[in-house]
């Protein structure tokens, strides 16, 4: 039977498929004008505006920060609101601190800390396979926490990539090996049924690493949507949601950096070690994943230091030829090995970028550690509706850092004497050089992502002031039947699986408006569904387009889509569960989400 292709397809089918993209970008909003024809009030307005943008991005037909400038258009042209109210939604302050956020992450990657960091990881977990993996998915989130998904996927990948090849290439080599001295030796129908066997299980073996491959890549990109996740500045859909918390309820919600590291941070723990619990039983099986044996201890010359210094002793890979098996801990020692050749000691400007790191993080926790903290030495003051106005926020430390990261050498200062092989031009190059050069921190900048979410803020603004967020809300009322835990667990379930099609983004800022107005109509916290709808958007899991990092984990060929629908269907539902486990007990201390809060009846929905 022959299958149609474009190439046999009837003319008009196939011009069809090929101006599909014209022919849905123009059809579709006309195809919804009539909802703007018939009921030509501000909700009718609203919910064509939603739905074209919505459109628009899970088809994917126009690029998706295109998309989020629409707002800029329609609001004032359908009278919904004026540019000057929604342009100030592109650049709001939590905006400005995601930039800033950027900053600093491309100083840690200009100067190569990520690497060392990786690197001392590998060093610590030896040669168990359960351990590798284990060693590639803390790093990949830990540096998720501060870096961008996406950037910390890509060097992740490059780094596992790099590992997995002399996998490849080792086990070849093994097979090669035994097959020429099975050619030479063989002199006997036993000796047959012997390489008949070794065959066999060279097959098995060959299977065996390439499913560990498949799990090390997994673990890659699912540890860096769950490392997003921890922090504010984590992923894009934390600010989000944070800048429409404050904008409805104001200031005095309680929430900033530190008590959302409080509420997501152990999250985040527990599902990073989910995720390597499922990984290790599909793709290593129970018996490896259970089993007591250990790999060889460390050396005694191997210590935390070697990671910082040069390392020149020799790794003897061919050993792995002699043994029944590849040697996994001498493979990776080699990496290692090689990593540490290139990045050399610890530098002056890695040192001071994990300083700053450090210093900025200390500046986060304790402005207001659920005590008063630095913060009340700050100016503040109360506006004509009573809510208390903090002057200095989150944002202020990371700029501040970011500032003396542009400014602070790149260089050791006290060591500044020219050399004898440069010029004194290239000598004051050198030592003027900054820790952080403008030309740096610009190209580290998502600026597609920034412009993403103000599209986001505009759009929630036009549905949350026409009532359209209302209108939706009320038609949600029934879930108020059902006990707390089930509402939040089925909106997770639900929001998991919506951003597995839609940017998770645009999932936020759709939903986040609907879920103040819901939680306003049963009674209850905000922060019981709008938490647990964040944290649900960063956890897709099941397919390739659902986040950048499986994207590009998915591009590089080593898992199929096979792979990731069935490691990523459980692993949905059961961290879906943590999340609302997690907030229907110590996030219920945290911010008291028993009862409903006075701000929350201050706020601003439906103005």
């Known amino acids: 039977m022959k299958f149609p292709t474009l190439d046999n397809l009837p003319i008009c089918l196939a011009a069809l498929i090929y101006y599909f993209r014209y022919i849905f970008l123009f059809l579709y909003p006309v195809a919804l004008l009539p909802m703007v024809l018939i009921n030509t009030n501000d909700v009718a307005k609203s919910a064509y505006i939603l739905l074209w943008m919505s459109g628009y991005w899970i088809t994917g037909v126009v690029p998706l920060y295109a998309t989020a400038i629409l707002p800029m ?37 200009h100067c190569n800390l990520h690497r060392r960091i990786v690197i001392l990881c590998l060093k610590c977990m030896g040669g168990d396979p359960r351990l590798i993996i284990l060693g590639i998915m803390i790093p990949t989130w830990f540096l998720s926490l ?35 001295r099975s050619s030479i030796d063989k002199i006997s129908d036993s000796e047959e049924q012997e390489d008949i066997i070794r065959g066999l299980e060279i097959t098995a073996r060959r299977s065996k690493w390439q499913k560990f491959g498949v799990g090390l890549s997994l673990g890659v ?18 600010i989000v949601v944070y800048n429409l918390l404050i904008d409805v309820y104001g200031s005095q919600t309680g929430l900033n950096f530190g008590s959302w590291m409080a509420y997501a941070f152990p999250i985040s723990i527990i599902i990073l070690l989910v995720i390597w619990f499922v990984i290790c039983l599909i793709y290593l099986g129970p018996s490896e994943l259970f089993s007591c044996s250990r ?54 400007a890695e040192g001071t970028v994990l300083f700053l790191f450090i210093s900025v993080i200390i500046m986060w926790i304790s402005r207001e550690p659920g005590v008063q903290g630095w913060s009340r030495f700050m100016p503040k003051k109360i506006n004509a509706q009573g809510r208390l106005i903090n002057f200095v926020g989150d944002t202020q430390p990371i700029v501040l850092v970011a500032f003396l990261a542009m400014i602070l050498p790149y260089n050791n200062p006290f060591k500044l004497r020219i050399r004898p092989d440069e010029t004194r031009a290239e000598a004051r190059a050198r030592i003027n050089r900054p820790l952080l050069p403008w030309s740096v921190a610009e190209s580290k900048c998502a600026w597609g992502v920034i412009i993403l979410i103000g599209g986001g803020f505009a ?3 036009i549905v949350t002031s026409s009532g359209l967020s209302t209108v939706i809300s009320g038609s949600l009322t029934g879930l108020s039947a059902l006990p707390a835990f089930g509402i939040v667990y089925l909106l997770t379930i639900m929001c998991s699986f919506l951003t597995e099609m839609v940017s998770n983004t645009a999932t936020v800022t759709i939903l986040a408006p609907i879920m103040f107005e819901l939680a306003d109509r ?45 490691t990523g269907i459980p692993l949905n539902f059961i961290a879906q569960f943590v999340v609302t486990a997690c907030t229907m007990t110590y996030g219920a201390q945290l911010f008291g989400l028993h009862a409903v809060p006075d701000w929350a009846g201050n706020s601003t929905l439906g103005r």
């Not at 397919?543 to 898992?559: F, H, Q, S």
């Open 221 to 238: 990109c699912y540890s860096a949507s769950c490392g997003g996740m921890g922090t504010l500045t984590g992923t894009p859909t934390n």
């Open 146 to 180: 501060w870096m961008s998904n996406s950037a910390t996927t890509l060097l992740m990948a490059t780094i596992t990539e790099s590992l997995l090849d002399r996998i490849d290439k080792a086990t070849t080599d093994h097979e090669s090996s035994a097959a020429k």
């Open 459 to 461: 759009l929630s603004r």
């Open 295 to 348: 790999a060889e201890p460390e050396s005694s010359e191997s210590s935390f230091d070697d990671v910082f210094t040069p390392d020149e002793r020799e790794v003897d890979v061919e050993s792995e030829h002699r043994n029944s098996d590849i040697s996994l801990k001498e493979i990776v020692n080699k990496v290692i090995k090689e990593e540490k050749k290139v990045l050399g000691p610890l530098t002056w």
């Open 522 to 566: 049963v009674a209850i916290h905000p922060f019981c569904l709008t938490l647990p709808l964040v944290l649900s958007t960063s956890l897709a899991f099941i397919l390739p387009a659902a986040t950048p990092p499986n994207a590009i984990i998915y591009a590089k060929g080593r898992v199929k889509l096979i792979d990731m629908v069935k």
């Open 73 to 109: 258009f329609l609001g004032p042209v359908m009278g919904l609101q004026t540019s000057g109210t929604l342009s100030k939604e592109y650049l709001p302050t939590s905006n400005f601190l995601f930039i800033v956020s950027m900053f600093l992450a491309g100083a840690a990657e």
